[in-house]
């Protein structure tokens, strides 16, 4: 079937770009000898975390508790929820999933350390532990090395948990358009880690893994990175917003929509705020370039004088944010040169618990 004769708004992925983005990922990595636990809150895909981990992936990176057992459920055995769960009946239900799987969680509370030892405890399981260092989000974490050193060794007394590292994600760096900047913070991450590491081999607290980055920092890791695994996501997709920071790349996802209205200097199409993610930008239009867009709920309408489309028509949209899209829909199809591929469901789409 070709692309254009789908019903929309469709997401179509680019299977030869997809699978390029995923080869030049693991040719970045490899001279650093830095793993790759890609997050999959950009394609909730149980799917496309299989071509992951066939790829090279060690295990998979999640935000929620029911991403992880929809992803333990699809037999992924290694996977980290890279946040906080505090509500004791997910913590229930992570140290149930811990029976099956390797599960690990981040920590930056005491009591929460106390909560997961008992649940693991009832179950008879364990859970492993990254203690959570700020390194300038303004999110979660502790911000002193005594603080994570204090952490770390409530985890170690804990039997049924095990200390494994640092998680240190620097969110805030993942779309910073300025590269100069990116890449002095990101240097100014690694030498604080350097410091924290450094000082937790001096209080004798083994340390496995430091975890985080992401794909807008990845290509500033060099040889001597602390970093032993890497969180990235958007790479295989990427959108209008990761586009703007020159990133080695290349685009993989449209959404495709139907034009329903148009005037000589206005597009139409079927997929507004609904079908796209606009929380880090609005989408492009490729055959309209530089049009500006006004998004709606139902409709996204380009301004562009003298554009060649007539109403039916199909047109392919960049959105702003691939995560937040895959989030609004369904299916996703596969396609090479126009012709589907296959369709595939977004397993995971708004399970936010």
């Not at 239009?285 to 003298?306: D, I, K, R």
Request: some cysteine.
């Amino acid at each position: 079937m070709r692309a254009e004769y789908l019903e929309t708004p469709a997401i179509l992925i680019n299977r030869p770009v997809f699978d390029s983005n995923m080869e030049k990922m693991a040719r970045l990595l490899a001279p650093l000898k830095v793993a790759l636990r890609p997050h999959y809150k950009s394609h909730k895909s149980t799917d496309i975390a299989h071509l992951q981990v066939r790829a090279g992936a060690k295990g998979i990176t999640c935000a929620k508790v029911a991403e992880a057992e929809d992803l333990a459920l699809a037999g992924i055995e290694d996977i980290l929820i890279a946040n906080q769960i505090t509500e004791k009946s997910r913590i229930a239900r992570v140290a149930y999933l811990a029976k099956g799987c390797r599960i690990t969680v981040c920590v930056d509370q005491s009591q929460n350390i106390r909560d997961l030892e008992q649940a693991a405890a009832v179950e008879g399981s364990t859970i492993h532990c990254l203690v959570e260092y700020e390194v300038g989000m303004g999110r979660c974490g502790v911000t002193t090395h005594e603080a994570f050193r204090d952490l770390a060794m409530e985890v170690m007394a804990c039997p049924h948990l095990v200390f494994d590292g640092v998680q240190a994600y620097a969110g805030q760096l993942s779309h910073e358009m300025d590269g100069t900047r990116r890449a002095e913070e990101a240097q100014r991450i690694e030498t604080e880690l350097q410091s924290l590491l450094a000082d937790l081999k001096k209080w004798q607290i083994p340390v496995k893994e430091v975890s985080g980055a992401s794909t807008g920092t990845v290509e500033l890791r060099k040889e001597d990175t602390v970093y032993t695994e890497v969180q990235a996501g958007s790479y295989l997709f990427m959108d209008a917003t990761y586009r703007q920071m020159g990133l080695r790349f290349e685009n993989s996802l449209t959404v495709l929509a139907t034009v329903v209205s148009t005037r000589p200097d206005l597009v139409v199409t079927d997929a507004g705020v609904k079908a796209l993610g606009v929380d880090q930008g609005n989408p492009v239009c490729p055959a309209l370039p530089g049009a500006s867009v006004n998004m709606s709920e139902e409709h996204s309408a380009f301004t562009f004088p003298g554009h060649p489309f007539h109403v039916g028509d199909k047109i392919r949209l960049i959105p702003g944010h691939c995560c937040t899209t895959m989030n609004l829909h369904d299916f996703f199809y596969f396609e090479e040169e126009g012709k589907v591929l296959n369709r595939l469901p977004v397993t995971s789409r708004g399970k936010s618990k």
